[in-house]
T-cell receptor, first 116, second 108 residues
C-alpha cells in the first residue's frame, strides 16, 4: 500500500537556524498538508496546499513558515528562524481530490523536531 | 468555528469488555467525521469514516447529528486495541480538526 514518507525522522537544530522538513506524498494525491503535535497536546493543522499554492493556513503558520513543492514529488516545510516553541512532531499528510467527495488524509510517520 | 471534543484523556477497559470512546463536535455545516488511531511508535492511521459506514477491526461509529456525536464503539475489546484514538472533523478537502485524543488501554 502506498505511504506518505517523511525525512528525517528526527531533526535537532539550534535556535535561530533554518530547518527544512521533507515529505513525499502518495503519488496520485493532489492535496497536501502539514500538521504539528507539541508533546502532550493535540494534533494541530498548519497549512494545506493544492495546485501549487497554499489553500488554507492556521494562525500558527506565520511568516517564519513556508511550504514548497519543488519538483513534483517532494513537499517541504521550511521554518526560517526556529524558536524553542517550534519543538514538536510534524506530520505531513496527503489526500486525493475527487469531485464533491471528502477523501481521507493519509499521514506520514512524522518528523520530531527538537530545538536547542 | 469547528471543534471536536473528546472528554476522556485516558480510558482503561478489561479485555473482552465493551469499549466506547466519546466524541462530540460542533460545526454549522455537514462535516465528515473520522476516527484515526495511533498505535505505539506508529503513524496516524485512518480507522474509519462516517460516510463509509463500515466496521474496521470490530469498531463502528455512528454519526448522531441531533447530539452532534460520533462515538467509537467495539463490543469486545482486544489487547491489540491499546492505542491513542483521535476523532477528527473535515469539511471539503480542507484541514482536519482533531480532538485531544483518548489513550485506550486494554487490561489483560
Amino acid at each position: 500500500e502506498p505511504e506518505v514518507t517523511q525525512t528525517p525522522s528526527h531533526q535537532v537544530t539550534q535556535m535561530g537556524q533554518e530547518v527544512i522538513l521533507r515529505c513525499v506524498p502518495i503519488s496520485n494525491h493532489l492535496y497536501f498538508y502539514w500538521y504539528r503535535q507539541i508533546l502532550g497536546q493535540k494534533v494541530e493543522f498548519l497549512v494545506s496546499f493544492y495546485n501549487n499554492e497554499i489553500s488554507e493556513k492556521s494562525e500558527i503558520f506565520d511568516d517564519q513558515f513556508s511550504v514548497e513543492r519543488p519538483d513534483g514529488s517532494n513537499f517541504t516545510l521550511k521554518i526560517r528562524s526556529t524558536k524553542l516553541e517550534d519543538s514538536a512532531m510534524y506530520f505531513c499528510a496527503s489526500s486525493e481530490a475527487l469531485h464533491d467527495s471528502n477523501q481521507p488524509q493519509h499521514f506520514g510517520d512524522g518528523t520530531r523536531l527538537s530545538i536547542l | 468555528a469547528q471543534r471536536v471534543t473528546q472528554p476522556e484523556k485516558l480510558l482503561s477497559v478489561f479485555k473482552g469488555a465493551p469499549v466506547e470512546l466519546k466524541c462530540n463536535y460542533s460545526y454549522s455545516g455537514s462535516p465528515e467525521l473520522f476516527w484515526y488511531v495511533q498505535y505505539s511508535r506508529q503513524r496516524l492511521q485512518l480507522l474509519l469514516r462516517h460516510i463509509s459506514r463500515e466496521s474496521i477491526k470490530g469498531f463502528t461509529a455512528d454519526l448522531n447529528k441531533g447530539e452532534t456525536s460520533f462515538h467509537l464503539k467495539k463490543p469486545f475489546a482486544q489487547e491489540e486495541d491499546s492505542a491513542m484514538y483521535y476523532c477528527a472533523l473535515c469539511f471539503g478537502n480542507e484541514k482536519l480538526t482533531f480532538g485531544t485524543g483518548t489513550r485506550l488501554t486494554i487490561i489483560p
